[in-house]
C-alpha cells in the first residue's frame, strides 16, 4: 500500500472524525465508527503553522495524544520524496501527522474499514 493509494481510500470514503486516540508506545492508535489506523513507527504532530507539537518520543504524548479526538482526517500526501509508505495525514483543524518508516521493506501503518473487515497498508513490499 502506497501513501497514493491511502489518498484514494480517504477521498472515497471523505472525512475520517477521530473519536479515539491512543499512544501506548511506540504504537498510536486512531479511530472512529467504522475505521481504526494503528501506527507502529515514529511519528510527530506539526501545528497549522508547520512548526513541531508533538510526537511520540515524548514523555507527554500519551496525553497529547487526546488533542487529536474531534478533529477529522480530511487527506494524505506522501512525506517527502522518500518511501512512498510514509504519509502525511491531514487534519481540518490544520495539523499534520507526519510518519517515518525506518524500514523501506514495509508499510508502518494499517488502516482499517467497515467494507467487511477491509484493510490497507501494513503489508510487505515486494
Do not use: Y
Not at 31 to 50: E, F, K, M, Q, Y
Amino acid at each position: 500500500m502506497t501513501t497514493e493509494q491511502l489518498t484514494e481510500w480517504l477521498a472515497e470514503r471523505g472525512p475520517l472524525l477521530v473519536e479515539e486516540a491512543r499512544f501506548d508506545d511506540p504504537v498510536l492508535r486512531l479511530g472512529g465508527r467504522g475505521w481504526g489506523l494503528t501506527i507502529n513507527a515514529s511519528w510527530r504532530v506539526l501545528a497549522a503553522d508547520r512548526t513541531f507539537a508533538f510526537s511520540g518520543g515524548m514523555v507527554e504524548a500519551t496525553e497529547l495524544v487526546d488533542s487529536l479526538i474531534g478533529v477529522s482526517i480530511v487527506g494524505c500526501d506522501r512525506q517527502g520524496l522518500g518511501l512512498r509508505s510514509d504519509p502525511t495525514l491531514i487534519l481540518s483543524d490544520g495539523r499534520w501527522v507526519e510518519v517515518f518508516s525506518d524500514d523501506e521493506g514495509a508499510v508502518p501503518w494499517a488502516l482499517g474499514g467497515s467494507r467487511e473487515g477491509e484493510q490497507v497498508g501494513h503489508e510487505e513490499r515486494k
